[in-house]
């Protein structure tokens, strides 16, 4: 039972930590508004660890979205969801398609078995959205999102390193507290 109840904890931290937010006002936990854009861009049907959704949210409600996207439907998706929230009064949408390319198709699948078929990792693979995000642009790998240690951190970093075919590695991971 304990296990149990340390997975579930672990699974809602991660889910937490799956869409960074940057908000420049304040602390997004404390606001309500960008509470509400995170809930409703991480709940998006096509967001998945293929995709870095980020956004801020400016005085007078004013929101810009940011990040990466395999699918230009998910870039859509999200400014018009939005949108919709009440207190948000205009959507700035600086959310960038990627190119489309088997190479980098390629190179996405095997981050994604070389990181989380890691045993130190794997348990994130179970989520709805896994807490690591891998961005692929033109052969170069992105890792963004959030993982529970700096040794979880280092692990990813190092797995990715040894894909093939990968021109370069930036880890923008961070270390949920």
Do not use: C
Not at 104 to 117: L, M, N, P, S, V
Not at 153 to 172: E, K, L, P, W
């Amino acid at each position: 039972m304990k296990k149990l109840v340390s997975f579930a904890a672990a699974a809602v931290l991660s889910a937490a930590l799956a869409l960074p937010a940057a908000v420049d006002r304040t602390d997004p936990s404390r606001d309500p508004l960008a509470r509400k854009v995170r809930h409703e861009l991480v709940m998006l049907p096509w967001y998945s660890i293929w995709d870095n959704l980020k956004f801020r949210v400016d005085e007078g409600g004013r929101v810009t979205l940011m990040g990466q996207t395999v699918r230009p439907v998910l870039k859509s998706d999200a400014e018009n969801v939005v949108k919709r929230i009440e207190g948000v009064t205009s959507v700035r949408n600086e959310i960038e398609v990627l190119p489309l390319s088997p190479n980098d198709d390629r190179i996405r699948r095997a981050a994604y078995r070389a990181i989380y078929g890691h045993a130190a990792l794997n348990r994130y693979q179970f989520q709805a959205v896994g807490p690591i995000h891998i961005i692929v642009k033109n052969g170069h790998i992105t890792l963004e999102g959030a993982v529970g240690s700096e040794f979880e951190r280092n692990i990813a970093n190092v797995q990715a390193h040894g894909v093939s075919g990968a021109f370069s590695v930036t880890n923008n991971l961070m270390v949920a507290p």
